[in-house]
DNA sequence: GCATTAAAGGACT
DNA sequence: AGTCCTTTAATGC
């Protein structure tokens, strides 16, 4: 129910190509941050633009009952924060480095100055946006109209497509997640996920450690577009 | 077709 | 050694 709604919420956060990247490394200090360290929560509200150069971190929000729902991974080159004109939402999200990680922390005046000197970042965002919206679009209509296979695969084909490397038709997914991670962004449980992964690894359709999707398999067997 | 519960085995620090 | 992660099975909606 609520998951739906989480899933469908749209914080700006995406990546950005690398040489826009090295452009704002230029205007910014990277800090070294430790893994498990919540750099972003609803309590410290520093409204900042924050930059992952290096790492990996996991957005997520925590339900009433205290549990930990996963809403995005972040791997590097990836950008997260809200300004006061970007803020989408309103949503109480959590940012927490999964392993050590480097960060770039920008205000809200000094990034939205950075952006109209360099017109090409906001037409690159833009075009990040989209397909960040893309990709969500496509995980909430699944969860309308697909079984839990098929979100699997989407999930782990569009990471695969973000951050992973690509080698013949093996592609790694390139985040570390767990199966609970996968199971609240597509609104299913853990245990599910871990019997579905098991049912892929045996069609060969993904191995595990470290965890690989073969697209063409993929899109043959369960017709998951883009690639 | 899936969540939930429970119970147990494995992996990470 | 203790915590986190995964697997498996049973049950019920």
Same mark, same amino acid.
């Not at 498990?36 to 520093?46: D, E, K, R, V």
């Given at each position: 129910m609520d998951k739906l709604m989480l899933l469908s919420q749209i914080n700006l956060l995406d990546e950005l190509p690398e040489e826009e990247f090295k452009k704002l490394g230029e205007v910014t200090l990277t800090a070294p941050i430790k893994k498990? +360290? !919540? !750099?972003?929560?609803? +309590? #410290? #509200?520093?409204r900042s633009f924050f930059f992952l150069k290096k790492g990996q971190v996991r957005l997520y929000k925590v339900s009433s009952t205290g549990k930990e729902f996963t809403v995005d991974l972040l791997s590097e080159g990836n950008v997260f924060g809200e300004t006061s004109s970007f803020s989408l939402t309103e949503s109480e999200i959590y940012a927490e480095t999964m392993v050590d990680s480097f960060v770039c922390t920008l205000t809200k005046d000094r990034f939205e100055d950075f952006i109209r000197q360099n017109p090409d970042i906001a037409i690159n965002l833009i075009t990040i946006l989209t397909s960040k919206l893309k990709e969500m679009y496509q995980i909430t209509e699944s969860i309308a109209y697909k079984d839990v296979k098929y979100r699997i695969v989407l999930l782990l084909m569009q990471l695969s497509n973000r951050f992973g490397v690509r080698s013949g038709e093996w592609q790694t997914v390139g985040v570390k997640i767990t199966q609970n991670d996968i199971a609240s962004m597509i609104g299913s449980s853990r245990e599910t996920v871990s019997l579905f992964l098991g049912e892929l690894e045996k069609e060969e359709v993904i191995m595990k450690k470290p965890l690989k999707i073969n697209t063409a398999l993929a899109k043959e067997l369960y017709e998951v577009d883009e690639g």
């Open positions: 498990g +360290t !919540i !750099i972003l929560s609803p +309590t #410290q #509200q520093m």
